[in-house]
């Protein structure tokens, strides 16, 4: 049975730091680990993205600003958050992805405020 954990989320100032923690048990060698984020009324979005050869994919409104490293063999993956904005509060979603099937998390909170 296939079990992703998120961990690291809470209530940060605006500009401030934050690093989101996921680990993915019993799959093996997911292909990629992915980062999605969503607010109440609006669709899950992609903000990151590693492969399991260490390519990553980012959102245009976070490059630069997060960091997605990991290890998609493992099932780990990691966002690092800097410079936070009132727009990157959301609930964040960590997903396995084993050849385009995905493995959701239940996701952890983040707000930034002003």
């Known amino acids: 049975q296939v079990q992703v954990v998120e961990s690291g989320g809470g209530l940060v100032q605006a500009g401030g730091s934050l690093r989101l923690s996921c680990a993915a048990s019993?799959?093996?060698?997911?292909?990629?680990m992915d980062w999605y984020r969503q607010t109440a009324g609006k669709q899950r979005e992609l903000v990151a993205s590693?492969?399991?050869?260490?390519?990553?994919n980012y959102a245009d409104a976070v490059k630069g600003r997060l960091t997605i490293s990991g290890d998609s063999a493992k099932g780990l993956a990691y966002l690092q958050m800097n410079s936070l904005k009132p727009e990157d509060t959301a609930v964040y979603y960590c997903?396995?992805?084993?050849?385009?099937?995905?493995?959701w998390g239940r996701g952890t909170q983040v707000t930034v405020s002003l």
């Open positions: 997903a396995a992805d084993l050849w385009g099937m995905k493995y």
């Open positions: 019993g799959i093996i060698s997911a292909t990629a």
């Open positions: 590693i492969t399991r050869i260490g390519d990553t």
